[in-house]
Protein backbone atom coordinates (compact mmCIF):
# COMPACT_ATOMS: atom_id res chain seq x y z
CA UNK A 1 0.00 0.00 0.00
CA UNK A 2 1.45 3.46 -0.88
CA UNK A 3 2.55 5.58 2.20
CA UNK A 4 1.00 8.03 3.37
CA UNK A 5 2.97 11.15 3.14
CA UNK A 6 3.07 14.78 4.80
CA UNK A 7 4.13 18.15 3.63
CA UNK A 8 4.52 21.58 4.56
CA UNK A 9 6.56 22.71 2.17
CA UNK A 10 4.15 25.53 0.78
CA UNK A 11 6.71 27.42 -1.00
CA UNK A 12 7.23 24.86 -3.60
CA UNK A 13 3.17 24.49 -3.99
CA UNK A 14 3.37 28.17 -4.68
CA UNK A 15 6.37 28.71 -6.56
CA UNK A 16 5.03 25.01 -8.47
CA UNK A 17 1.23 26.46 -8.77
CA UNK A 18 0.28 22.66 -6.89
CA UNK A 19 -3.44 21.79 -7.89
CA UNK A 20 -5.07 20.88 -3.90
CA UNK A 21 -7.84 19.23 -3.59
CA UNK A 22 -9.44 20.65 -0.61
CA UNK A 23 -11.98 18.37 1.15
CA UNK A 24 -13.67 20.65 3.53
CA UNK A 25 -17.19 21.48 3.17
CA UNK A 26 -18.44 23.65 0.07
CA UNK A 27 -19.41 26.45 2.83
CA UNK A 28 -15.78 26.84 4.19
CA UNK A 29 -14.18 26.50 0.35
CA UNK A 30 -16.57 29.43 -0.46
CA UNK A 31 -15.19 31.53 2.52
CA UNK A 32 -11.79 31.56 1.30
CA UNK A 33 -9.38 28.75 -0.79
CA UNK A 34 -5.80 28.94 -2.82
CA UNK A 35 -4.84 29.14 -5.98
CA UNK A 36 -5.58 26.12 -7.94
CA UNK A 37 -7.62 24.38 -5.22
CA UNK A 38 -11.03 22.65 -6.30
CA UNK A 39 -13.60 21.49 -3.79
CA UNK A 40 -14.10 18.23 -3.67
CA UNK A 41 -15.59 17.75 -0.06
CA UNK A 42 -15.14 14.37 1.71
CA UNK A 43 -18.76 15.78 3.52
CA UNK A 44 -21.61 18.00 2.32
CA UNK A 45 -22.37 21.02 4.24
CA UNK A 46 -25.68 19.28 5.59
CA UNK A 47 -23.48 16.13 6.72
CA UNK A 48 -21.02 18.42 8.34
CA UNK A 49 -23.77 20.58 9.95
CA UNK A 50 -25.19 16.86 11.27
CA UNK A 51 -21.75 15.64 12.39
CA UNK A 52 -20.67 18.59 14.08
CA UNK A 53 -24.22 18.65 16.38
CA UNK A 54 -23.12 15.42 16.82
CA UNK A 55 -19.80 16.26 18.14
CA UNK A 56 -20.85 18.90 20.51
CA UNK A 57 -23.54 16.56 21.86
CA UNK A 58 -22.00 13.43 22.02
CA UNK A 59 -18.22 14.14 21.52
CA UNK A 60 -15.22 13.08 18.98
CA UNK A 61 -16.21 9.06 18.46
CA UNK A 62 -19.41 9.37 17.92
CA UNK A 63 -19.39 12.25 15.28
CA UNK A 64 -16.53 9.99 13.86
CA UNK A 65 -19.30 7.06 13.55
CA UNK A 66 -21.64 9.19 12.14
CA UNK A 67 -19.16 10.34 9.73
CA UNK A 68 -18.46 6.85 8.53
CA UNK A 69 -22.42 6.32 9.06
CA UNK A 70 -23.33 9.45 6.43
CA UNK A 71 -20.26 8.64 3.87
CA UNK A 72 -21.75 4.87 3.41
CA UNK A 73 -20.40 2.59 1.09
CA UNK A 74 -21.79 3.94 -2.35
CA UNK A 75 -21.37 7.64 -0.91
CA UNK A 76 -18.18 7.00 -0.60
CA UNK A 77 -17.02 5.22 -3.83
CA UNK A 78 -18.28 7.95 -5.50
CA UNK A 79 -15.96 10.53 -3.69
CA UNK A 80 -13.19 8.03 -4.02
CA UNK A 81 -13.56 8.06 -7.48
CA UNK A 82 -13.87 11.80 -8.01
CA UNK A 83 -10.69 12.06 -5.85
CA UNK A 84 -8.73 9.58 -8.26
CA UNK A 85 -9.79 10.99 -11.37
CA UNK A 86 -8.47 14.53 -10.28
CA UNK A 87 -5.32 12.74 -9.31
CA UNK A 88 -5.08 10.93 -12.59
CA UNK A 89 -5.01 13.85 -14.35
CA UNK A 90 -3.05 15.56 -11.90
CA UNK A 91 -0.73 13.56 -10.51
CA UNK A 92 1.18 16.34 -8.37
CA UNK A 93 -1.90 17.37 -6.77
CA UNK A 94 -2.07 17.71 -2.81
CA UNK A 95 -5.07 17.31 -0.43
CA UNK A 96 -6.36 19.12 2.70
CA UNK A 97 -8.97 19.65 5.26
CA UNK A 98 -9.12 22.98 7.59
CA UNK A 99 -6.47 21.87 10.23
CA UNK A 100 -4.69 18.33 8.47
CA UNK A 101 -6.73 16.49 10.40
CA UNK A 102 -9.23 14.03 10.26
CA UNK A 103 -11.27 14.89 7.26
CA UNK A 104 -8.16 14.66 5.15
CA UNK A 105 -6.49 11.85 6.64
CA UNK A 106 -9.62 9.38 5.90
CA UNK A 107 -9.30 11.14 2.88
CA UNK A 108 -6.13 9.98 2.16
CA UNK A 109 -6.43 6.60 3.54
CA UNK A 110 -9.39 5.71 0.91
CA UNK A 111 -7.53 6.82 -1.68
CA UNK A 112 -4.88 4.91 -0.77
CA UNK A 113 -6.84 1.84 -0.49
CA UNK A 114 -7.92 2.43 -3.78
CA UNK A 115 -4.24 2.30 -4.77
CA UNK A 116 -3.53 5.80 -5.75
CA UNK A 117 -1.10 8.07 -3.06
CA UNK A 118 -1.57 11.73 -2.79
CA UNK A 119 0.13 14.13 -0.57
CA UNK A 120 -1.53 15.74 2.73
CA UNK A 121 -0.55 19.09 4.04
CA UNK A 122 0.84 19.41 7.17
CA UNK A 123 -1.74 21.69 9.20
CA UNK A 124 -4.74 21.57 6.71
CA UNK A 125 -5.51 24.90 5.56
CA UNK A 126 -5.01 26.88 8.38
CA UNK A 127 -0.80 26.31 8.32
CA UNK A 128 -1.18 27.13 4.60
CA UNK A 129 -3.11 30.40 5.35
CA UNK A 130 -0.66 31.70 7.70
CA UNK A 131 1.75 31.15 5.95
CA UNK A 132 1.05 33.05 2.90
CA UNK A 133 -0.24 36.16 5.42
CA UNK A 134 3.79 35.78 7.19
CA UNK A 135 4.82 35.61 3.53
CA UNK A 136 2.39 39.15 2.43
CA UNK A 137 4.12 41.02 6.02
CA UNK A 138 7.73 39.42 5.22
CA UNK A 139 7.99 40.25 1.72
CA UNK A 140 7.79 44.30 2.14
CA UNK A 141 11.88 43.76 3.50
CA UNK A 142 12.52 42.31 -0.03
CA UNK A 143 11.37 44.72 -2.88
CA UNK A 144 11.41 48.22 -3.51
CA UNK A 145 8.28 49.30 -5.04
CA UNK A 146 7.37 52.07 -7.95
CA UNK A 147 3.50 53.21 -8.80
CA UNK A 148 2.64 53.33 -11.81
CA UNK A 149 0.14 56.18 -12.22
CA UNK A 150 -1.44 58.50 -14.76
CA UNK A 151 -4.87 59.54 -15.59
CA UNK A 152 -7.90 57.65 -16.23
CA UNK A 153 -7.15 55.72 -19.87
CA UNK A 154 -3.89 56.49 -20.29
CA UNK A 155 -2.86 52.86 -20.74
CA UNK A 156 -1.59 51.92 -17.20
CA UNK A 157 -2.71 48.45 -17.22
CA UNK A 158 -1.75 47.89 -20.94
CA UNK A 159 1.61 49.15 -19.74
CA UNK A 160 1.92 47.28 -16.84
CA UNK A 161 0.97 43.90 -17.99
CA UNK A 162 3.69 44.36 -20.20
CA UNK A 163 6.54 44.14 -17.55
CA UNK A 164 7.95 40.95 -16.15
CA UNK A 165 8.16 42.89 -12.81
CA UNK A 166 4.41 43.95 -11.90
CA UNK A 167 1.69 42.63 -10.45
CA UNK A 168 -1.41 43.16 -11.97
CA UNK A 169 -3.22 43.96 -8.62
CA UNK A 170 -7.06 44.61 -10.56
CA UNK A 171 -6.71 41.31 -12.08
CA UNK A 172 -6.47 39.88 -8.76
CA UNK A 173 -9.50 41.66 -7.68
CA UNK A 174 -11.98 41.03 -10.55
CA UNK A 175 -12.01 44.61 -11.17
CA UNK A 176 -11.18 47.75 -13.13
CA UNK A 177 -10.54 50.17 -9.72
CA UNK A 178 -12.79 52.60 -10.83
CA UNK A 179 -16.87 54.17 -10.28
CA UNK A 180 -17.58 52.15 -13.61
CA UNK A 181 -15.14 48.86 -12.85
CA UNK A 182 -17.39 46.44 -11.98
CA UNK A 183 -17.17 43.11 -13.81
CA UNK A 184 -20.70 40.43 -14.31
CA UNK A 185 -18.33 38.24 -12.74
CA UNK A 186 -17.97 38.74 -8.80
CA UNK A 187 -15.12 40.27 -7.24
CA UNK A 188 -12.76 37.27 -5.21
CA UNK A 189 -13.41 36.77 -1.51
CA UNK A 190 -10.99 39.15 0.83
CA UNK A 191 -9.62 35.91 1.89
CA UNK A 192 -8.91 34.70 -1.64
CA UNK A 193 -7.79 38.04 -3.10
CA UNK A 194 -4.76 37.79 -0.48
CA UNK A 195 -3.90 34.60 -0.65
CA UNK A 196 -3.73 35.00 -4.98
CA UNK A 197 -1.52 38.02 -4.32
CA UNK A 198 0.52 36.16 -1.53
CA UNK A 199 1.30 33.72 -4.32
CA UNK A 200 2.24 36.72 -6.67
CA UNK A 201 4.70 38.21 -4.29
CA UNK A 202 6.41 34.61 -4.03
CA UNK A 203 7.01 33.78 -7.15
CA UNK A 204 7.55 37.41 -8.58
CA UNK A 205 10.37 37.75 -5.80
CA UNK A 206 11.45 34.19 -6.40
CA UNK A 207 12.83 35.13 -9.87
CA UNK A 208 15.08 37.85 -8.40
CA UNK A 209 13.38 40.53 -9.19
CA UNK A 210 14.21 44.01 -6.45
CA UNK A 211 11.48 46.15 -7.95
CA UNK A 212 8.22 45.13 -8.33
CA UNK A 213 5.23 48.36 -10.08
CA UNK A 214 2.14 48.77 -8.68
CA UNK A 215 -0.64 50.65 -10.66
CA UNK A 216 -1.16 53.08 -8.54
CA UNK A 217 -4.58 51.98 -6.82
CA UNK A 218 -5.67 53.42 -2.98
CA UNK A 219 -6.10 51.17 -0.29
CA UNK A 220 -9.16 49.52 -1.89
CA UNK A 221 -10.21 48.01 -5.01
CA UNK A 222 -13.88 47.63 -5.58
CA UNK A 223 -15.01 45.52 -2.40
CA UNK A 224 -11.37 44.15 -1.38
CA UNK A 225 -8.90 45.55 0.42
CA UNK A 226 -5.16 45.77 -0.36
CA UNK A 227 -3.02 44.13 3.12
CA UNK A 228 -2.56 46.85 5.14
CA UNK A 229 1.41 45.98 5.35
CA UNK A 230 1.20 45.84 1.66
CA UNK A 231 -1.25 49.34 1.51
CA UNK A 232 1.25 50.99 3.49
CA UNK A 233 4.50 50.20 2.13
CA UNK A 234 3.12 51.68 -1.04
CA UNK A 235 1.59 54.86 0.30
CA UNK A 236 5.61 55.44 0.35
CA UNK A 237 6.64 54.54 -2.83
CA UNK A 238 7.83 56.63 -6.09
CA UNK A 239 5.26 57.14 -8.35
CA UNK A 240 6.13 57.04 -12.44
CA UNK A 241 3.29 59.06 -14.00
CA UNK A 242 2.14 58.06 -17.58
CA UNK A 243 1.07 61.20 -19.70
CA UNK A 244 -1.23 60.13 -22.34
CA UNK A 245 -2.96 62.47 -24.84
CA UNK A 246 -6.53 63.08 -24.39
CA UNK A 247 -7.99 61.12 -27.67
CA UNK A 248 -6.12 58.12 -26.51
CA UNK A 249 -7.19 58.30 -23.56
CA UNK A 250 -11.05 58.54 -24.93
CA UNK A 251 -10.02 55.68 -27.00
CA UNK A 252 -8.65 53.15 -24.23
CA UNK A 253 -11.84 54.14 -21.73
CA UNK A 254 -14.14 53.79 -24.43
CA UNK A 255 -12.85 50.47 -25.57
CA UNK A 256 -13.06 48.90 -22.02
CA UNK A 257 -16.09 50.62 -20.82
CA UNK A 258 -17.95 50.20 -23.60
CA UNK A 259 -16.84 47.70 -26.34
CA UNK A 260 -15.00 45.32 -24.38
CA UNK A 261 -17.68 45.46 -21.36
CA UNK A 262 -20.80 45.33 -24.03
CA UNK A 263 -18.58 42.11 -25.10
CA UNK A 264 -18.52 40.64 -21.67
CA UNK A 265 -22.32 40.58 -21.38
CA UNK A 266 -23.09 39.53 -24.74
CA UNK A 267 -20.21 36.76 -24.35
CA UNK A 268 -21.81 35.73 -20.51
CA UNK A 269 -24.92 34.80 -22.78
CA UNK A 270 -27.44 37.12 -21.01
CA UNK A 271 -30.26 37.49 -22.90
CA UNK A 272 -31.23 41.24 -22.70
CA UNK A 273 -27.21 41.80 -22.95
CA UNK A 274 -27.02 45.66 -23.88
CA UNK A 275 -29.79 46.93 -21.43
CA UNK A 276 -28.19 45.13 -18.90
CA UNK A 277 -25.12 46.72 -19.50
CA UNK A 278 -27.01 49.97 -20.07
CA UNK A 279 -28.34 49.46 -16.46
CA UNK A 280 -25.25 48.84 -15.21
CA UNK A 281 -23.98 51.98 -16.58
CA UNK A 282 -26.58 54.28 -15.53
CA UNK A 283 -25.93 52.42 -11.63
CA UNK A 284 -22.20 54.12 -11.59
CA UNK A 285 -23.45 56.95 -12.90
CA UNK A 286 -25.57 57.66 -9.91
CA UNK A 287 -22.86 56.90 -7.53
CA UNK A 288 -21.22 59.52 -8.88
CA UNK A 289 -23.87 62.03 -8.73
CA UNK A 290 -22.91 63.99 -5.57
CA UNK A 291 -19.56 64.29 -6.50
CA UNK A 292 -20.98 65.82 -9.70
CA UNK A 293 -23.35 67.56 -9.01
CA UNK A 294 -26.99 67.47 -10.28
CA UNK A 295 -26.51 69.79 -13.29
CA UNK A 296 -23.83 67.76 -14.29
CA UNK A 297 -25.20 64.34 -13.69
CA UNK A 298 -27.78 65.13 -15.95
CA UNK A 299 -25.92 66.61 -18.60
CA UNK A 300 -23.52 63.24 -18.92
CA UNK A 301 -26.90 61.05 -18.17
CA UNK A 302 -28.01 62.78 -21.18
CA UNK A 303 -25.45 61.83 -23.30
CA UNK A 304 -25.16 58.75 -22.80
CA UNK A 305 -28.53 58.01 -23.32
CA UNK A 306 -28.34 60.08 -26.87
CA UNK A 307 -25.49 57.40 -27.48
CA UNK A 308 -27.45 54.03 -26.24
CA UNK A 309 -30.28 55.58 -28.47
CA UNK A 310 -28.08 55.59 -31.54
CA UNK A 311 -26.82 52.12 -31.05
CA UNK A 312 -30.11 50.70 -30.74
CA UNK A 313 -31.03 52.75 -34.04
CA UNK A 314 -28.04 52.58 -36.20
CA UNK A 315 -25.62 50.24 -34.52
CA UNK A 316 -23.45 52.66 -34.07
CA UNK A 317 -21.03 53.29 -30.84
CA UNK A 318 -19.27 56.56 -31.37
CA UNK A 319 -22.39 58.87 -29.40
CA UNK A 320 -20.08 57.05 -26.55
CA UNK A 321 -16.95 58.83 -27.24
CA UNK A 322 -18.32 61.98 -26.15
CA UNK A 323 -19.72 60.60 -23.22
CA UNK A 324 -16.28 58.90 -22.65
CA UNK A 325 -14.81 62.46 -22.65
CA UNK A 326 -16.89 64.37 -20.35
CA UNK A 327 -16.65 61.61 -17.53
CA UNK A 328 -13.15 62.24 -18.18
CA UNK A 329 -12.83 66.31 -18.36
CA UNK A 330 -15.98 66.48 -15.42
CA UNK A 331 -15.21 63.64 -13.23
CA UNK A 332 -11.53 61.62 -13.61
CA UNK A 333 -9.64 64.32 -14.02
CA UNK A 334 -10.58 66.66 -10.99
CA UNK A 335 -9.82 64.01 -8.66
CA UNK A 336 -6.93 62.23 -10.43
CA UNK A 337 -5.47 65.78 -10.63
CA UNK A 338 -6.31 66.80 -6.54
CA UNK A 339 -5.15 63.52 -5.35
CA UNK A 340 -1.43 63.66 -7.05
CA UNK A 341 -1.22 67.56 -5.75
CA UNK A 342 -1.12 65.78 -2.62
CA UNK A 343 1.88 63.15 -3.70
CA UNK A 344 3.76 65.59 -5.97
CA UNK A 345 6.92 65.33 -3.80
CA UNK A 346 6.62 61.14 -4.62
CA UNK A 347 6.82 61.47 -8.27
CA UNK A 348 10.27 60.45 -9.58
CA UNK A 349 9.21 60.44 -13.56
CA UNK A 350 6.75 61.58 -15.84
CA UNK A 351 6.42 60.42 -19.58
CA UNK A 352 4.69 59.11 -22.82
CA UNK A 353 4.56 55.10 -22.92
CA UNK A 354 7.32 54.84 -24.81
CA UNK A 355 9.43 56.97 -22.15
CA UNK A 356 8.03 55.87 -18.99
CA UNK A 357 9.10 51.85 -20.44
CA UNK A 358 12.50 52.99 -21.03
CA UNK A 359 12.43 54.28 -17.32
CA UNK A 360 11.17 51.53 -15.70
CA UNK A 361 13.82 49.49 -17.54
CA UNK A 362 16.32 50.52 -15.62
CA UNK A 363 15.25 48.27 -12.17
Not at 62 to 77: I, Q, T
Not at 149 to 160: A, D
Not at 336 to 344: A, F, G, N, T, V
Request: neutral net charge; contains cysteine.
Amino acid sequence: MPSLTLSNDFRSIVLNSTPLIDVRAPVEFEKGSFPHAVNLPIMNDKERHLVGTCYKKYGNDEAVKLGYKLVGDRVKEERVKTWSDFIEASPDAMLYCFRGGQRSKISQEWISQSGKEITRLKGGYKAFRNYLLNETEESCKHFKPIILGGRTGSGKTILLRGLHNSIDLERLANHRGSSFGRKITPQPTQINFENALAYELIQKLDKGFNHLVFEDEGKRIGGVYIPKAIASYLEEAPLVVLETPMQERVETTFNEYVIEAQKMYKDAGHKDNLTEWKDGIQSAMDRIKRRLGSQRHQHVSDIFENAFGEQLKSGSLEGYKEWVEYLLIEYYDPMYDYQIQKRSEQIQFRGSSEEVLKHLAQF
